[in-house]
């Protein structure tokens, strides 16, 4: 398995590129990796399998019980007989002596209240919940996935107002240079232009670090090597649905009982009536049959009987009847009719809880939805500004303190509005998530 996963992985890093030559990394290519490789996804899996392996009948004690056994033992005894004519009285020590037992014994339950029948629904009940829990981890491994490549589609985007903005310094500190070498420009602008651009050079040199960092993290969730940070490019465009409805019979609200999370603790509720139904099994009688197969052996060097040996098959049935037992079993039955309680209010608090994350995370959703015109449209006039400001500074007819404004209102306006997006695009993961919606 593990071999597997490294070849898979090998796959993945030779279409993605190398470092020298990166290449984009699709979205779908990074959930389908992390799903294969997620080491959560996995440990559910596993539990998925155990309740698959308990869900039997033989766990729920339906089928019969087949016992085989054995016994040999060897006695040195002393014997003292007497009888009524004295002259057959016998004393003796050291009398050697052997015992063999062997028997074979088959039981089943036929009655006990209906507790195996209960206890098998209840373990099918558990695989069911287990199957639910791997979907929930398999939805929140695909969000997490989404959240960290946008987030790093986010911080390129940041990279690409950065580099826009230093292209607009450099070319700024270029018409300095110019300016200053035929007398119309002195040593502060010169400063001044090499100052910021620097600055943004820096800034530069800080975003792609995050750039790495998230890079890291998306690769962390996909567990691949880290030492491929430099090997992938995430796309730059963060495209956000924006027809999700909340209300609505196909709208978020009413898709929240789909979330497999909140039909895992549905199933609880369940799980915890059955075992009340098996705590409450256990006043009834309980009947069981059994049939085998006796050999028993005894010999002796002396005493009344030498050799005693009998041998055959038996059938019978025994009858249990709880009758008292300090109250012990009603006072189980009264925790699993709490319990049974309890089940039923985390249910509702945990779907009251996610209804209530649905609501704010749909408002900031709407809210980041309404913004995105306005601030698209605030940044294509940014831009054009600063090409303006750009030209004008280039004809003498604008200063260095309009250039930096406008250089300062198009880094804010990038930054507002790739934010937006980001904001956006995660409201939109998380109600998919939530309404069991997603899809990539």
Same mark, same amino acid.
């Given at each position: 398995?593990?071999?597997?996963?490294?070849?898979?992985?090998?796959?993945?890093? @030779?279409?993605?590129?190398?470092?020298?030559?990166?290449?984009?990394?699709?979205?779908?290519?990074?959930?389908?990796?992390?799903?294969? $490789?997620?080491?959560?996804?996995?440990?559910?899996?596993?539990?998925?399998?155990?309740?698959?392996?308990?869900?039997?009948?033989?766990?729920?004690?339906?089928?019969?019980?087949?016992?085989?056994?054995?016994?040999?033992?060897?006695?040195? *005894?002393?014997?003292?007989? =007497?009888?009524?004519?004295?002259?057959?009285?016998?004393?003796?020590?050291?009398?050697?002596g052997?015992?063999?037992?062997?028997?074979?014994?088959?039981?089943v339950?036929?009655?006990?209240?209906?507790?195996?029948?209960?206890?098998?629904?209840?373990?099918?009940?558990?695989?069911?919940?287990?199957?639910?829990?791997?979907?929930?981890?398999m939805?929140?491994?695909?969000?997490?996935?989404?959240?960290?490549?946008? $987030?790093?589609a986010?911080?390129?985007?940041?990279?690409?107002?950065?580099?826009? *903005?230093?292209?607009?310094?450099?070319?700024?500190?270029?018409?300095?240079?110019? /300016?200053?070498?035929v007398?119309?420009?002195?040593?502060?602008d010169?400063?001044?232009?090499?100052?910021?651009?620097?600055?943004?050079?820096?800034?530069? /040199? $800080?975003?792609e670090?995050?750039?790495?960092?998230?890079?890291?993290?998306?690769?962390?969730?996909?567990?691949?090597?880290?030492?491929? @940070?430099n090997?992938?490019?995430?796309?730059?465009?963060?495209?956000?649905?924006?027809?999700?409805?909340?209300?609505?019979?196909?709208?978020i609200?009413?898709?929240?009982?789909?979330?497999?999370?909140?039909?895992?603790?549905?199933?609880?509720?369940?799980? =915890?009536?059955?075992?009340?139904?098996?705590?409450?099994?256990?006043?009834?009688p309980?009947?069981?049959?059994?049939?085998?197969?006796?050999?028993?052996?005894?010999?002796?060097?002396?005493?009344?009987?030498?050799?005693?040996e009998?041998?055959?098959?038996?059938?019978?049935?025994?009858?249990?009847?709880?009758?008292?037992?300090?109250?012990?079993?009603?006072?189980?039955?009264?925790?699993?009719?709490?319990?049974?309680?309890?089940?039923?209010?985390q249910?509702?608090?945990?779907?009251?809880?996610?209804?209530? =994350?649905?609501?704010?995370? $749909?408002?900031?959703?709407? =809210?980041?939805?309404?913004?995105?015109?306005?601030?698209?449209?605030?940044?294509?006039?940014?831009?054009?500004?600063?090409?303006?400001?750009?030209?004008?500074?280039?004809?003498?007819?604008?200063?260095?303190?309009?250039?930096?404004?406008?250089?300062?209102?198009?880094?804010?306006?990038?930054?507002?509005?790739?934010?937006?997006?980001?904001?956006?695009?995660?409201?939109?993961?998380?109600?998919?998530?939530?309404?069991?919606?997603?899809?990539?």
């Open positions: 398995m593990q071999k597997v996963k490294a070849i898979l992985s090998f796959v993945l890093l @030779v279409v993605i590129g190398s470092s020298a030559n990166a290449q984009v990394l699709t979205l779908n290519e990074a959930v389908k990796t992390a799903l294969k $490789n997620s080491y959560d996804i996995q440990l559910v899996e596993n539990s998925l399998a155990i309740a698959k392996n308990n869900n039997d009948l033989g766990v729920a004690g339906a089928l019969p019980t087949i016992t085989a056994t054995a016994n040999n033992n060897k006695s040195i *005894s002393t014997i003292q007989q =007497n009888f009524a004519d004295p002259s057959r009285n016998t004393t003796k020590s050291g009398v050697d052997n015992t063999v037992t062997a028997g074979l014994t088959a039981s339950v036929i009655f006990n209240g209906y507790r195996i029948m209960t206890t098998k629904d209840r373990l099918a009940s558990i695989e069911k919940q287990n199957g639910f829990l791997l979907k929930a981890q939805n929140n491994t695909v969000a997490l996935v989404m959240q960290q490549y946008y $987030n790093v986010r911080q390129q985007a940041y990279l690409k107002t950065i580099q826009k *903005s230093i292209d607009a310094s450099q070319q700024r500190l270029d018409i300095v240079k110019t /300016r200053q070498q007398g119309v420009a002195n040593q502060a010169i400063l001044q232009s090499n100052l910021d651009l620097n600055a943004l050079v820096q800034a530069k /040199r $800080n975003q670090l995050l750039i790495a960092q998230s890079k890291s993290d998306l690769l962390r969730t996909m567990v691949m090597p880290e030492g491929s @940070v090997a992938i490019q995430v796309q730059d465009s963060i495209q956000v649905d924006a027809k999700l409805k909340y209300t609505g019979a196909d709208g609200e009413n898709s929240i009982a789909q979330n497999p999370q909140m039909a895992a603790i549905a199933q609880q509720v369940d799980i =915890n009536k059955l075992i009340e139904k098996e705590t409450k099994a256990l006043l009834y309980t009947l069981r049959a059994s049939t085998g197969y006796n050999i028993n052996s005894t010999t002796s060097a002396a005493g009344f009987a030498l050799l005693n009998t041998y055959g098959p038996f059938l019978g049935v025994n009858l249990a009847i709880p009758i008292y037992a300090g109250g012990l079993a009603k006072k189980n039955l009264k925790n699993a009719r709490t319990n049974s309680s309890s089940a039923a209010l249910y509702n608090n945990a779907m009251q809880d996610t209804k209530n =994350n649905a609501y704010k995370t $749909n408002e900031a959703y709407q =809210n980041s939805i309404q913004q995105i015109p306005v601030e698209t449209e605030n940044y294509n006039m940014s831009q054009s500004l600063l090409d303006l400001v750009m030209q004008k500074y280039q004809l003498g007819q604008a200063t260095m303190i309009e250039v930096k404004q406008a250089q300062q209102s198009f880094e804010n306006a990038g930054f507002r509005l790739v934010s937006l997006r980001y904001t956006a695009k995660i409201a939109e993961i998380e109600l998919k998530r939530l309404a069991n919606q997603l899809n990539f």
